[in-house]
């Protein structure tokens, strides 16, 4: 039975990372339609609507507080929970907003309260269910490919959302599309996604007893930077590895290819986003080996590719015929996905459990947020001065990681072993 309930759980988490990227790709989709309808008519409707989207970075941060201290003293079933319930609301509500033309300024405020919400409950997402199954000691013999399961939804999410809002408005002008054709997949995702996730969560096992004691939302945070602030540290920047590539291959490439290359937009399009079934695949086999070998070991092994083969990679990119391009993208998508299967369980087997849920949600939203978010800014001003300065950069990047960020990591031998524990456990459990 509580095998069963654990499977359930897995579960849940996945519908949780398949709604956060289902609704990111709604909304990259229906943007120009968001800015047309929700946004005072001006040439800059569609900046300010990216604006609003950009916002939720920052919240992000900030749930991780809140979420990170909730799973901390009263258990990851409740900050997971209300997790679920406030991002699946704001998903629907998104489509819910009446537009501008109807509600004036009203609109616009409601969407970056929304928008901000769903970031906001979305922070715990990555790292809860690895901190969840580790806290509970579950799974330990498929600890890494169960909690990479996670992270591959992601990509299904993102495909999926893209094929449903491009499916709904094809064929309208912006002008013309029907209300309810781009409002009902945020409704309905929110509805029928978040439902079907919050009823496996509440029959949880509650895992509430090892967290911190101590009063004030913010104990945990301050017994992790007095125990552990330089895991933290490190762990921000192997999150940052990820942000770099992420956000590279999403945001990057498209716009180099079209602009750069004077490929049509939309093939552009297809090209960057056809390896995601590729990516997904690279996460868990990453994660089904790290069950076998150490964690560290597969985060190691893939930095070292990612610093050698970055710049061939790029010379693809950037000169290669539309049959090496695309090489170049499938070969960026594997490196991505190996290094990210085994992240989610080595960030929450790095930190004490008394403060685990804050110490891994926090790697990974400051990591992402840093890095993620002004990686497109970044890649695009370094590739105006040469095509092979974004590749250099992630070269570099990755050889830091590999030489210094991964050997502050435990090795975690014991998982293969049984033990949930880093090696460093026992001395940062102590009061």
Same mark, same amino acid.
Request: glycine share 10%; net charge neutral.
């Given at each position: 039975?509580r ?11 996945? !519908?949780?990372?398949?709604l ?12 120009k ?27 992000r ?11 901390d ?5 409740t ?14 509500a998104i ?8 509600a ?27 901190t969840?199954?580790?806290?509970l ?14 992270v ?21 002008a ?9 409002r009902l ?21 509650d ?7 101590k009063?004030?939302? !913010? ?25 770099l590539? /992420? ?10 290819l079209?602009?750069e ?16 079934l590729?990516l ?21 092994? /893939? ?15 950037s ?25 989610p ?8 459990h ?26 695009? /001003? ?46 940062v459990?102590?009061?």
């Amino acid at each position: 039975m509580r095998l069963q309930k654990t499977q359930l759980f897995v579960v849940s988490s996945a !519908l949780g990372t398949y709604l956060e990227f289902l609704d990111y790709t709604l909304f990259a989709y229906a943007s120009k339609i968001i800015a047309h309808k929700l946004l005072p008519p001006s040439e800059h409707a569609l900046t300010y609507t990216w604006l609003i989207f950009a916002a939720g970075f920052f919240c992000r941060v900030l749930g991780t507080l809140v979420f990170g201290a909730l799973g901390d003293r009263k258990g990851g079933k409740t900050a997971l929970l209300w997790s679920m319930l406030l991002m699946a609301g704001s998903t629907t509500a998104i489509g819910l907003i009446p537009d501008y033309s109807e509600a004036s300024w009203l609109a616009p405020c409601l969407l970056l309260f929304f928008r901000s919400l769903q970031s906001f409950a979305v922070s715990p997402e990555y790292s809860g269910a690895a901190t969840y199954l580790s806290k509970l000691d579950l799974l330990k013999d498929r600890y890494s490919f169960t909690t990479s399961i996670t992270v591959a939804v992601a990509g299904f999410g993102m495909l999926s959302g893209g094929y449903w809002m491009s499916t709904m408005i094809e064929g309208f002008a912006i002008e013309a599309i029907p209300g309810w054709r781009w409002r009902l997949p945020f409704i309905a995702s929110g509805i029928v996604v978040g439902l079907a996730a919050t009823l496996i969560r509440i029959s949880m096992t509650d895992d509430k007893g090892a967290g911190v004691q101590k009063e004030g939302m !913010l104990a945990p945070f301050h017994l992790l930077w007095k125990r552990q602030a330089r895991e933290s540290i490190c762990c921000i920047g192997l999150v940052g590895l990820i942000g770099l590539m /992420t956000y590279t291959l999403n945001g990057y490439f498209a716009n180099f290819l079209h602009q750069e290359r004077s490929y049509e937009l939309g093939l552009a399009l297809a090209m960057t986003s056809k390896h995601t079934l590729v990516l997904c695949l690279a996460i868990l086999v990453s994660g089904y080996f790290a069950d076998k070998w150490a964690p560290t070991l597969i985060l190691r092994g /893939t930095a070292s590719l990612i610093t050698l083969l970055s710049w061939p990679i790029f010379y693809l990119i950037s000169y290669g015929d539309q049959t090496q391009v695309s090489l170049g993208l499938m070969l960026f998508s594997i490196l991505l996905g190996l290094f990210s299967g085994p992240l989610p369980g080595v960030l929450a087997r790095t930190f004490a459990h008394t403060y685990r849920y804050t110490g891994s949600s926090l790697a990974y939203n400051v990591g992402m947020s840093i890095f993620g978010g002004f990686t497109p800014v970044l890649m695009i /001003t370094l590739g105006s001065f040469n095509n092979f300065a974004p590749g250099a950069l992630i070269s570099a990047y990755a050889a830091f990681v590999m030489l210094f960020l991964v050997e502050q990591m435990p090795e975690d031998h014991q998982v293969n072993q049984g033990s949930s524990k880093p090696s460093f456990s026992a001395s940062v459990e102590a009061p």
